[in-house]
């Protein structure tokens, strides 16, 4: 058996684990420039609001205070994302992130007849230590596993084993095809035409006829719902990207070394946020700055450097030290810049550190030391708002009043 572990409504809830006066209201998040609904709170739902729906749509609703509109604060919801998939790592021996907010859970070998107390010790200790409701669902495959989440999810049931095939027909004769993992719109569209208007349809096409028509992912889903796990997710992988950059173009030329040093610290201090974001550590850290393209000059100036560290890390004040040993190489005096840039490469997965025998435990525990002041660092400034919390080394910043969409978190100059 498979389980999926499902957050519900999880930017709704996450903002709800920290204001508990959205609870039992209608709550919706929107996207990034407030321009549609990305996460609707039950009651939301009950408006008839739509996933994606244009916010202005929903305008009058938001003023009459029927609905309450948040701007998604994203960092906020990747924290508590992790932790969750970590309280899911607890009770099974291995998850598999698959998104933000699901994990599907590798129960192989334990009893089908443990499986209920496993669901139910995760969704008790989501709700106790994260205030964020989980929905899980077990069956024999992973799309199987989807259906019975999201069957639990229609039925407010927090878990839901799917094993006896009379209970698979009954509940994908009650789903509705768009609720099948795996198959797109288009698809669908098609498969209406073809008469199939739910997932135990579907379930009853001739296996040849889906490969045929829909190939190999088709058919794929097609075994999947007849109980042959075949989807697999290389997801360990597509987490840990190959590299990180924060780069930014300055409001006008800049010549000023402090301004510059500012910039980078604050450049290298989101890309070590970024990092620890996916628990990678990164080895080597680059360093780049460029003059004005459109003002005259001879040419385009762009000098970088990379440096490389002996020791992988994803300590925010050793990445802003070594951009700044690169920035210091690569600085020339009285050379107008328009753009500078920090990227972080060689990036590996972050294990935890154990110790070696040839490890004295001085330097382990202050590696340890380091990484719970990076947990803090990250946890405060999740919850407070965005980046509030940094390194002294950024307030340089401050003095010179430039406005490029980094000062607006750090209006007050006194702090
Ligand atoms: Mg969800």
Known sequence: MIGLADCNNFFVSCERSINPDLENKAVVVLSNNDGCVVARSNEAK?????????????????????????????????????????????????????????????????????????????????????HIPVTIGFSHSKTLAKIATEF?????????????????????????????????????????????????????????????????????TWLEIHKTPCIELNHVNRTLQDSISETRTFPEDITDYDYIRARIVIYATDCARKLRMM??????????????????????????????????????????????????????????FKRAGVWLSEISADIPEVGSLFDNSKNLEEINRKKSLMRVLDNINSVIGNKKLGLASQIVKITRGHNDGYSSSFQAPQR
């Open 46 to 130: 009950a408006l008839g609001i739509r996933m994606g729906q244009p916010a202005f749509e929903i305008r009058e609703l938001i003023e009459k205070q029927k609905v309450i509109a948040l701007s998604g604060n994203h960092l906020l919801y990747r924290d508590i994302s992790l932790r969750v998939h970590d309280i899911f790592r607890r009770y099974v021996p291995e998850a598999i992130d698959y998104s933000v907010d699901e994990s599907f859970l590798d129960v192989s070998g334990i009893p089908v007849s443990s499986l209920e107390a496993i669901g139910k010790a995760i969704y008790s200790t989501c709700l106790q230590e994260m």
């Open 152 to 220: 639990c999810k229609k039925n407010t049931i927090p878990v839901g084993i799917l094993d006896a095939d009379k209970d698979i027909e009954d509940i994908i004769n009650s789903l509705p095809i768009n609720d099948l993992w795996g198959i797109g719109r288009r698809t669908v569209k098609k498969l209406f035409l073809w008469g199939v208007r739910t997932i135990g349809d579907f379930a009853r096409l001739d296996k040849n006829f889906v490969r045929k028509n829909l190939g190999i992912n088709g058919e794929r």
């Open 279 to 336: 628990r990678g550590k990164c080895k080597s850290i680059g360093v780049f700055l460029r003059t004005n393209p459109f003002h005259a000059q001879p040419k385009l100036i762009k000098p970088e450097g990379i440096i490389e560290l002996r020791h992988p890390t994803s300590d925010t004040s050793e990445i802003v030290s070594a951009a700044l040993i690169v920035l210091d190489e690569i600085f020339i005096s009285r050379m107008p």
